[in-house]
């Protein structure tokens, strides 16, 4: 119940069920029953979310916030472009699209691309969303990796990243 009145009150699109977390003075929504880990980072916090039980699409959600004044100013966004889209095809026999725009129901500004590569030593393809949120003068990196993706899921926490103050 505690996850459904969450998910009306945060404006999820999907009926899909999410628990809130928070990352420095950020929140976000995760899907219910996923796991967090601190993963080590030297430009800011992160942290990767996977499925508690039955991972069989091995799906991962990473999000970390890093301070970059610069490349979070509206003028830099071709930067911010250029960065978000040459990571991701820079990944093993990478399949990516072009970046595009969008904007959360909190207001938050972001560009996202999607796409998908084949991990070292792995035979089978993985799917990739990389969204890069502006907020204040930090960049939010949401990204979503798995054999197959839940599109809920994604709109859902995408839509539940909150501002930091």
């Given at each position: 119940?505690?996850?459904?009145?969450?998910?009306?009150?945060?404006?999820?699109?999907?009926?899909?069920?999410?628990d809130?977390?928070?990352?420095?003075?950020?929140?976000?929504?995760?899907?219910?029953?996923w796991?967090?880990?601190?993963?080590?980072?030297?430009?800011?916090?992160?942290?990767?979310?996977?499925?508690?039980?039955?991972?069989?699409?091995?799906?991962?959600?990473?999000?970390?916030?890093?301070?970059?004044?610069?490349?979070?100013?509206?003028?830099?966004?071709?930067y911010?472009?250029?960065?978000?889209?040459?990571?991701?095809?820079?990944?093993?026999?990478?399949?990516?699209?072009?970046?595009?725009?969008?904007?959360?129901?909190?207001?938050?500004?972001?560009?996202?691309?999607?796409?998908?590569?084949?991990?070292?030593?792995?035979?089978?393809?993985?799917?990739?969303?990389?969204?890069?949120?502006?907020?204040?003068?930090?960049?939010?990196?949401?990204?979503?990796?798995?054999?197959?993706?839940?599109?809920?899921?994604?709109?859902?926490?995408?839509?539940?990243?909150?501002?930091?103050?």
């Amino acid at each position: 119940m505690k996850a459904l009145v969450i998910c009306v009150l945060a404006g999820c699109a999907s009926s899909s069920s999410v628990d809130t977390a928070k990352l420095e003075t950020m929140d976000y929504v995760i899907p219910s029953g996923w796991t967090s880990r601190v993963l080590a980072s030297p430009h800011g916090s992160m942290v990767e979310w996977t499925p508690e039980r039955d991972n069989e699409r091995k799906e991962s959600l990473v999000i970390s916030r890093v301070a970059n004044p610069a490349l979070a100013l509206e003028r830099n966004r071709a930067y911010l472009t250029r960065d978000l889209v040459g990571a991701n095809r820079a990944l093993p026999d990478a399949r990516f699209g072009a970046a595009s725009s969008f904007l959360t129901r909190s207001g938050l500004r972001g560009l996202r691309i999607e796409g998908s590569f084949t991990p070292v030593g792995q035979a089978q393809r993985y799917h990739r969303l990389h969204a890069v949120l502006v907020d204040g003068t930090s960049l939010v990196h949401v990204l979503f990796t798995g054999r197959e993706l839940d599109r809920d899921q994604i709109d859902d926490v995408l839509d539940g990243v909150r501002p930091g103050a």
